[in-house]
């Protein structure tokens, strides 16, 4: 048995942030009915990689999901997502803010019919607010919030996140929150409205960040391949290429000093004793660590640092990652049989339970393809499915 086992959700998200929440709640044995409409169904289904014609962006976050299409401008087809959220527990969207309402299919329509839901709704700015009528995106969320202005190297141009940070964080936030949401309807019997901006989830993340402006009024920099407030804590250029070294104590400084650069003359330099010192004097520390260390590869490094216990580690490409003897042995390369795409690789689970843990049950679904399914579980007819898809109203 998996622990969201008995959970249904209606999924009406589209693109990233939604639809990796909703693949986490299903990863763990939720019932996910992906809702998509008829013209092409989720927009990442036309964003390539394409095998076989289908996209394998859909298909690496959309696995464990049943897929049916309804034209929700349509009356007939509003009654049947109903009756779908008559019996759901969750119900996730992401549309623009306002755009439910006029589709009648926001909290406050949905809360007449099931009291209990818990409705989730993800959008760039959130339900409130100046800007909640604003598009956002992830890269947009990425400028607004001040992340880009710490990103990258002093005096250059402002970079972003190599993955789309914000998207994935607000689908972590709505999977949390709704959690805590199902928790709270256990405890009281009480649905509720839950409010996710793309352009806030990450702002709690920032806490070093805070911890300085707050106090000092000090705004944060780019700090390039450096940490903000430990040092040596950063990339590090070796003989053969960089590695990442952390040492983010005293205690760690300590042992890189005098155990792998057998360098104990640096524990007692003035610039260098505390990790404050250390911060103040960064320039010049990289400089020595550098100069000392071009004398050895990388993985001469990494084996005296792992003998010293020195946090520190390679910087691999992705294909390098990937193909981690440690990541296969943890099972975060999964495989599963798609039936257009054939055996394909996707990323495996972070949380490791002991006693429920998740599983690939079926591949992302191809567009509508549960459609007969699902609404002929409801009592649905052929007959009377063969003349609401000639109508346009389902696929």
């Known amino acids: 048995m998996l622990p969201l086992q008995n959970l249904k959700v209606l999924d009406i998200s589209q693109i990233m942030a939604g639809p990796y929440c909703t693949m986490v709640l ?3 044995g939720a019932e996910v009915i992906k809702v998509e409409k008829l013209n092409g169904g989720d927009d ?6 394409y095998v076989n014609d289908e996209s394998t962006c859909f298909s690496q976050i959309n696995r464990n999901k ?8 349509d009356d007939r087809a509003r ?4 009756r779908l959220a008559r019996d759901a527990d969750v119900i996730v969207e992401n549309y623009r803010t306002g755009v439910t309402q006029s589709l009648k299919i926001d909290y406050d329509t949905i809360k007449a019919i099931n009291p209990g839901i818990v409705y989730c709704s993800i959008s760039g700015y959130g339900q409130t607010g100046p800007y909640r009528h604003k598009g956002g995106f992830d890269l947009v969320a990425q400028g607004m919030t001040g992340l880009m202005s710490m990103t990258g190297e002093p005096g250059r141009r402002p970079l972003k996140t190599g993955i789309a940070v914000y998207d994935i964080g607000a689908g972590l936030t709505a999977t949390y929150s709704i959690l805590a949401a199902c928790i709270h309807k256990m405890n009281t019997g009480e649905g509720q409205h839950i409010d996710i901006a793309i352009t806030e989830c990450g702002l709690p993340w920032y806490t070093w960040e805070a911890a300085a402006y707050f106090a000092e009024g000090r705004v944060p920099e780019p700090t390039g391949w450096r940490h903000r407030v430990s040092a040596p804590y950063q990339a590090i250029k070796a003989r053969d290429g960089y590695l990442m070294l952390g040492c983010a104590n005293q205690r760690t400084w300590e042992r890189f000093a005098g155990d792998v650069l057998e360098r104990p003359e640096l524990m007692e330099d003035p610039r260098f004793l505390t990790n404050h010192d250390r911060g103040q004097h ?17 993985d001469d490094w990494l084996a005296r640092c792992d003998t010293a216990g020195v946090p520190a580690g390679p910087i691999n490409d992705f294909a390098q990652a990937m193909s981690d003897e440690h990541y296969l042995a943890r099972g975060m390369v999964q495989e599963m049989d798609h039936p257009k795409i054939g055996r394909m690789k996707t990323i495996g689970f972070p949380s490791k339970f002991s006693r429920t843990p998740s599983q690939i049950r079926q591949p992302a679904p191809l567009f509508a393809q549960h459609t007969d399914e699902v609404l002929g579980g409801m009592g649905l007819s052929a007959e009377e499915l063969e003349t609401l ?7």
């Open 79 to 82: 009654e049947i997502f109903y």
């Open 66 to 73: 049943k897929s049916i299409s309804l034209n929700l401008k």
């Open 44 to 49: 990442s289904r036309q964003m390539g990689p």
């Open 26 to 28: 299903a990863d763990m």
């Open 389 to 395: 898809r000639a109508e346009g109203c389902i696929k």
């Open 282 to 298: 960064v320039e010049e520390l990289e400089a020595l660590l550098e100069s000392i260390m071009a004398e050895r590869d990388v």
